[in-house]
């Protein structure tokens, strides 16, 4: 009877007792069917907030077995011992959903649910203790490129896409199966195989759920096979397309095991198209990191609703300058407060809160860091609140739940506060929107953006006022601009020279390296700059010395990105479930070097590399090319071949190197005669 469902006994099934007497006997727990009324209960409590329950069978006739049906049974739990590897991030679907990806080879997660056992088949019941308890289900959104042509003919300016594609693909642990529906037995398990051995049943509940999902957001059941007809059309002025990619939006539902191992994925093909041209001289465009730009803070007080940076996952850091300093006794000399939003990230602030007068006044003092939310202009006031010193230094100010709220002495309950924990920008339960009683007061008090959270003390108390020193800078300076577009797009002239053409800031809970004390003090946040270098990838000699006019025939491969920690490639990339990418160079167990970056940093270095025409078609591309030389009268003595090289580099604030993040445009190509 292990893993099994208890079961209520039927009044129908009643027999004779000693005398006049009859009884129910107790039902035998059996096979766990979500839909069987009989194994469903409805749990009461003697009182409000009470420890003590008693349980009722949902079906009116139904008779609960003992341990369940007597008054008052308490519940004892334990966390240590295991939570089944569920956490607070399954919130259904995200809203960005609707945004659709930037990125076209990226995969985004847009929902995320937990799915029990008793919906899912695979060994029988027992073997689900070992296996998993719980599985994990996550929709996920991709671009797939499904159609693509060159201009044959310079002045064609029309492209017709005519394409079939499969509407709904099921793939048993990786593996596509040719039987997409399935088939359902009498239990309404719809079962899947695949290759020896391959089997797996889902409810027809979790099948419907994921149809219903996708149905709402558009997709088209009916047809076995879709085909996409459109016609685009190039308008790109004076310059002529080199090459035409047509995509078209991939929905994936996969479903993983609490060890994270895969179990299933279906994938659904929708009618939303994005195009992509490649232009002669290979830029491109599309249809369809958390990186920092400055801003002063006086610029910003006065333009507060100014548009963030281009470009995904972007944010804005303010650093306050001279004119933005408060000052008091008449201008004469600065105050030691701040009035008014939004909160500058270039100086050391403190959250003091004071009570009584006299001999009874008290201060409570929190020092923290503001680092304003992604993705959300500054006139919003969302920030992340992290802890500056102390015990938890380096850890994100948490809300407490409504759903945590326990019982105290009598008859009150409470919610306990929320210890800060480990930062994570994407939950929403780390993030605070800050108000003022007025507009340039220097009073505050702090909302949480998550809907029921409670903030924490030192935030929700009103009015709290913020102290601050300008005796650390924590290095930023007015110079991280985000991309130098002119600068850019002319290339290096020298061969031997790297230019730097874009700048920004990445706060420090976007990068893992050792814990958040130490990163909090070494480097609170990193300089990340992108440059730009010629990189040798063919040379030759010239063999036959009476040749004038030579040709020569250049086929290499490259690699098309290359990740190096502290100058050294690295040998192993793996990203985790809370959204962090890590980088590793392996060696013997105490040399391993490990560094880890927030995937939206990742995912906006490539959205920035993609604008320039970068293609990531796999690990490494090919470069052919002929070429003759002209070279009048006299004769050339050797040929090189060099490819541009656009590198991410990021340091901590002592100048010291963490990682380079290459790219090779292997359509931006140099030649080089001697």
Request: one cysteine or more.
């Amino acid at each position: 009877m292990f893993l099994e469902a208890s079961v209520n006994a039927k009044e129908e099934g009643r027999v004779p007792c000693c005398f006049f007497f009859s009884h129910g006997p107790e039902a035998k727990p059996q096979e766990a069917d979500p839909y069987e009324i009989y194994q469903q209960f409805e749990i009461h409590q003697r009182k409000p907030s009470s420890r003590r329950y008693f349980a009722t069978s949902v079906d009116p006739d139904g008779v609960p077995p003992e341990f369940l049906k007597r008054k008052y049974w308490t519940v004892e739990y334990s966390t240590t011992s295991g939570d089944y590897g569920l956490k607070d991030d399954a919130k259904g679907i995200d809203t960005k959903r609707y945004d659709l990806p930037t990125i076209l080879n990226t995969n985004i997660p847009v929902g995320h649910w937990y799915v029990p056992f008793i919906f899912v088949k695979e060994g029988d019941a027992k073997d689900h203790l070992k296996i998993s308890n719980y599985y994990r289900m996550t929709l996920y959104q991709r671009w797939e490129e499904v159609y693509s042509c060159e201009n044959a003919h310079k002045d064609n300016c029309e492209v017709v896409v005519n394409v079939q594609v499969e509407p709904q693909v099921v793939k048993l642990e990786g593996q596509e199966i040719k039987e997409k529906r399935g088939s359902m037995d009498e239990t309404e398990f719809v079962w899947f195989e695949g290759g020896v051995d391959k089997k797996l049943g889902l409810r027809y509940a979790v099948i419907e759920r994921m149809k219903y999902e996708e149905l709402r957001f558009g997709w088209n059941s009916d047809p076995e096979t879709a085909v996409i007809e459109t016609s685009v059309r190039f308008n790109g002025g004076d310059s002529s397309w080199k090459s035409y990619k047509g995509y078209v939006l991939v929905e994936s539902f996969v479903l993983r095991r609490m060890d994270k191992s895969l179990v299933v994925t279906f994938e659904f093909r929708h009618d939303k198209l994005k195009s992509k041209w490649r232009f002669e001289g290979g830029s491109s465009a599309s249809l369809c990191c958390h990186l920092c730009n400055l801003r002063r803070l006086s610029e910003c007080q006065r333009s507060l609703s100014k548009a963030l940076p281009e470009g995904p996952s972007s944010g804005v850091l303010v650093i306050q300058d001279e004119e933005s300093k408060p000052t008091c006794c008449f201008g004469s000399c600065y105050d030691g407060e701040l009035r008014g939003l939004p909160f500058p990230q270039n100086a050391k602030v403190t959250v003091t809160y004071r009570t009584g007068t006299g001999q009874n006044r008290r201060s409570y003092h929190d020092p923290v860091l503001f680092i304003p939310v992604l993705d959300h202009p500054l006139s919003s006031n969302r920030y992340y609140v992290i802890k500056r010193r102390g015990k938890h230094s380096g850890e994100a100010s948490v809300s407490a739940k409504e759903e945590d709220r326990v019982p105290c002495c009598f008859c009150f309950t409470y919610v306990p506060e929320a210890k800060p924990q480990k930062a994570d920008p994407y939950d929403i339960y780390q993030q605070f929107e800050i108000h003022q009683t007025k507009p340039s007061s220097r009073r505050y008090y702090a909302t949480t953006v998550a809907p029921g959270g409670i903030p924490p003390e030192f935030l929700k108390r009103k009015y709290w006022t913020i102290g601050y020193s300008n005796s650390q800078d924590f290095g930023l300076t007015d110079d991280a601009k985000g991309i130098n577009t002119k600068l850019r797009s002319e290339l290096p002239n020298d061969l031997n020279t790297s230019v730097v053409v874009g700048k920004w800031y990445v706060p420090f809970i976007f990068v893992k390296e050792r814990d958040a004390k130490y990163q909090i003090k070494s480097s609170t946040y990193y300089i990340m700059t992108l440059k730009q270098r010629w990189e040798e990838v063919y040379s030759c000699e010239n063999v036959n010395q009476n040749d004038e006019e030579g040709e020569v025939a250049v086929d290499v491969e490259v690699e098309t990105e290359v990740v190096k920690l502290e100058g050294e490639e690295t040998n192993l990339r793996e990203t985790s479930g809370d959204g962090v990418v890590w980088f590793s160079v392996l060696r013997d167990e105490r040399q391993d070097k490990k560094v880890g970056l927030g995937s939206v940093v990742v995912e906006r270095m490539k959205w920035e590399e993609e604008k320039f025409g970068w293609s990531n078609n796999g690990e490494r591309s090919n470069i052919k090319r002929s070429e003759r030389f002209k070279g009048g009268s006299s004769h050339w003595k050797n040929y090189k071949c060099y490819v541009l090289v656009e590198s991410f580099e990021l340091k901590r604030m002592d100048g010291s190197l963490v990682l380079t993040y290459e790219f090779r445009h292997v359509d931006k190509l140099k030649s080089k005669w001697d």
